[in-house]
């Protein structure tokens, strides 16, 4: 592979040869173990969150996914429960042992988001926002770091070493598709990324199928083709009425798609001699 | 044209015929005007930007454009010298009756960068930075919106009606170059979106064909184009010393390029029944 | 501009330093001629044909384009009259003292097109043909090599060296439009590539706004700007009734948008130096 | 997933509810089975073709891959061995009692491939040659039609109806990467495109991982991907001595690393209830 002096420094191998683990209160991220977010994508009401949060509980997910505050390409799209959809999340994980994922769009919600989440989430549309990028390279708590959709594997772990050499060293990175002339999909979601991404820098890399494809029927067979090609795990939409969200409904699993899922992915992991991390007993306490 | 209903409506040429036309203290950007705004990448010394300020003021250029905050994307780039820049580029720019031009990245920011410049850019990486188009929106002086470097047309539009329909008409659009496979041009300049938006919007709208080809013998050829396409007119990168520029020298024109570059728009305009302004006698006055 | 040793030789301008300017039986390409091709997207009837063909002689365009045989996308879509468009076309031409720019699609067709044509074009799903590059660089008429949808600049040069190192020097080559993300216009037109071309290659450039945006209110303005940054001419489909048309409708000009685009380039090739070439009294001779 | 009207048809999944399955001598491609083809990225001479077939026989793999005729971007660049590759090919298989895969570049050529291979290659370049598609149409051997680097999935499922309406409905789709802005791999695989063409066409699909990402590093993890999303096969380029290839070394694999592939891909095949065809006995046999 590529020899050439890279621009980067803190997020690469050569800086740290081990893989990056880290740790929350339920679980680990990286390492052996594969780890699974799942949730819907907008936190629509309490009925919803607390019925997606029982199932995922039940299935022994660890990390409840969900938007509170929702960056929309127009002003007039549904922007999120904001701190009352955070406030939901937080109530639902916490009765179910769970921890919680949840995008922060802007510096002024640092402190709420971090407040309730247990990673924060840079979105797509963020992955340069270079103010935003310093605020989470302050704090303690892990930063899931998705792609932006045109930036190249440079960019992208450029971006994080805002966050390392800020002095954050919990960054996750999130695969989620890139733009390119194919509408047959949503995004193309960019796999090859993910062995590379290993090769080059010790940070876990996770992989978001709904939002990489956008369509139902390609998340679990992504899902399953993420973690053969060596991610430390996926994040998938998961809606109890799917057809009824008030947001990227045709990208979210109904329930019984998503234990499938879960029974392909065991299998897979296992050819990595990974597991996923949800057979534990210890619970996530607040 | 197309016809389909369209999710923008405040910048859409539906909900107003005519031209938006930006009063400036010393110019005015759309209409029949058509606008050069020209300075370096990034201001770099006291030495640097008045030299390069009085230049284009003998040539009577109205607007001086240059990065005093700049955002890049490795954390161990030159970042600017920050106020440092702003108080420099403001005190070259009253010394010659000019307007300045210059990048606002953070919402922290936009009160300082607002009190020294004329009009503030959000660059292509905060085009979908929603609270900083919502800070934006509050202002009342003029934002020049880059498009983001994978936006669509649609996307672009609906950016610049977060900052409408906060309050804020005075946008200028600004295409500077989409990211494509081909890499012989730092960007592929998308000279064909000018008349689309034109058509479908009432906005004024230039062109950057520094960034957008990356290559300096371009910028000229690519100027004379967008004119040409519709353009309100273009920003182009200018230095007294390319070959030592910090940042982007080998995109930036000699004075005497600059020279030739005016007399072809001039008569380019011609074509299109508009005028270069800037025989005007008229200075700003602070 | 890049320094580095080029993979290209016949067709760069460190081989030969002037432009390459070819001559046709009425009037020649490059040089300080801006070439104006005009003509439906495929010929469809003795009635059209002619129709067109006098209108265009009628403003001097001694250039008619018009498509015999058509790739399509489709096994299904309409694939040209064939020779019998191949005859019409040369006898409308013939009549008018005009010469013929057609496509050929195969090898087995190159003595069938080489017999009615005056430039062969190869389209954009053809520029890496290199079975039918082989045999045009064995003709001694002109070649209109398209940009291949995707190709970089690089690989089109390559492709016309193919045709070079073959024997035929006659090679013009002719920009249409990449395919990118965005989907507002059918393609992007990259004007930006015309000045670079014509910085490495002395071979003429034209470009293609009618299939370069899809769009017909584009053509104008982006004729009149590829003329600005430096093309040799443009190529654009002109029809009588476009509403009716069998193919590319949507982007066929009316006759009088025809005309006023005639006016712009005119004007503004004078910018650069240039004149149209249809002022002239000699006509071609069969 | 997508509703509306679709222009294709033969290849749809409504046209044909069951999958496709393609008899050869000693194998069958689609269905249950997955299929491995592997050998060098061009024959070189009769010691590296026999010592790849004899290593590759050993590990029962049944299906030869190598490029006899090869498509260069460059006229300069070596083209392969040509008919004496295909003879080569043909005896090292034979021996071995294996089928051979190679491209045909031109229709001039496919009498002399159809002669010594058992399944012709059309090449990404030649996705849209329909002159070359309507020959493959009329011959009883099945194709293996790549992608083209920048083709929709609706414009490669038309060029094998191309295929299909001229009578041959053998066709084997092959995704070997498309064109995006990304340069860190050679092209962008894209592995969501696998179970997208399996819910829409009856034929089956095979992936080329070592095109896809020009990494050596990277074939083993998107060979395994590839097949956990549900592709019916990969095809990887071996080579005795890749540091020494004439083509494409860097993303060949050396034997050890392919004996691993085959392991993690018995593997993953196992999860979706599949099997790797090369455990039979049944020799092919001229």
Same mark, same amino acid.
């Given at each position: 592979m590529e020899n050439k002096r890279k +621009?980067?420094? @803190?997020?690469?191998r050569e800086w740290k040869k081990e893989d990056t683990v880290i740790s929350l209160k339920n679980t680990k991220i990286g390492g052996n173990n594969i780890t699974l977010i799942a949730g819907p994508c907008a936190v629509e009401n309490e009925d919803q969150i607390f019925t997606i949060c029982e199932f995922l509980s039940k299935k022994n997910i660890k990390l409840l996914r969900g938007g509170a505050y929702k960056p929309r $390409?127009? +002003?007039?799209? &549904?922007?999120? =429960?904001?701190k009352d959809g955070l406030i939901l999340m937080r109530q639902a994980a916490d009765k179910y042992g769970m921890g919680v994922v949840t995008e922060v769009m802007e510096t002024t919600l640092v402190d709420e988001v971090y407040h309730y989440a247990d990673i924060l989430q840079v979105g797509t549309r963020n992955m340069q926002n270079y103010q935003l990028l310093r605020a989470l390279s302050k704090i303690d708590k892990p930063i899931l770091l998705k792609r932006g959709m045109s930036s190249t594997l440079e960019e992208w772990l450029l971006a994080a070493e805002y966050i390392l050499s800020g002095g954050n060293e919990k960054v996750i990175l999130c695969e989620r598709g890139i733009r390119t &002339?194919? $509408?047959? #999909?949503?995004? #193309? @979601?960019? =796999?090859?990324?993910v062995p590379l991404i290993k090769a080059l820098s010790h940070l876990p890399i996770i992989v978001d199928p709904s939002q990489g494809t956008g369509i139902r029927e390609l998340v679990t067979p992504m899902s399953v083709a993420a973690i053969a090609a060596g991610a430390d795990g996926v994040m998938v939409e998961v809606h109890n009425y799917p057809e009824e969200a008030l947001s990227d409904g045709p990208q979210s699993l109904y329930f019984d798609q998503f234990t499938a899922l879960m029974e392909k992915v065991e299998k897979v992991a296992e050819i990595n001699n990974r597991s996923v991390d949800y057979h534990s007993d210890e619970k996530l306490v607040y």
């Open positions: +621009p980067y420094q @803190l997020v690469s $390409t127009s +002003p007039y799209s &549904f922007q999120g =429960l904001k &002339f194919e $509408t047959a #999909t949503r995004n #193309t @979601l960019d =796999l090859s990324i």
